[in-house]
Nanobody, 125 residues
Framework: QVELVESGGGLVQAGGSLRLSCVASGRSDDTRAMAWFRQAPGEKRECVAA????????YDADFGKDRFTISRDRMRDTIYLQMNNLKPEDTAVYFC??????????????????WGQGTHVTVYS
């Protein structure tokens, strides 16, 4: 059974930075694309960024472009989300997701099979 464990969330002032990590353990031979999603209270879950199997191609949501960067360390079965210049509207629970279906950096949550428990990010002004 695959397990995804996120870390790195916390409380940060607007303009600050956080780096989220997600480590995959268990049977990950079929690991393909991975992604970060977020969900704010009362809002729908949305894709923040996704990365292809080979780590070359990424999807970046418009709200995160020039601020957020997704990366991948395949040797460690880990993905990261570097978040800079955080804003109060970035406050949400951030989830890591893994696909066994596609190698593409897809932003559709139906393409992802495994999900982490989430890590809280709170940005105050």
């Amino acid at each position: 059974q695959v397990e995804l464990v996120e870390s790195g969330g916390g409380l940060v002032q607007a303009g600050g930075s956080l780096r989220l990590s997600c480590v995959a353990s268990g049977r990950s031979d079929d690991t393909r694309a991975m992604a970060w999603f977020r969900q704010a209270p009362g809002e729908k879950r949305e894709c923040v960024a996704a990365i292809s199997t080979n780590g070359i191609f990424t999807y970046d949501a418009d709200f995160g472009k020039d601020r957020f960067t997704i990366s991948r360390d395949r040797m460690r079965d880990t993905i990261y989300l570097q978040m800079n210049n955080l804003k109060p509207e970035d406050t949400a629970v951030y989830f890591c997701a893994m696909s066994t279906q596609t190698s593409r950096a897809t932003n559709s949550d139906i393409d992802y099979d495994y999900w982490g428990q989430g890590t809280h990010v709170t940005v105050y002004s």
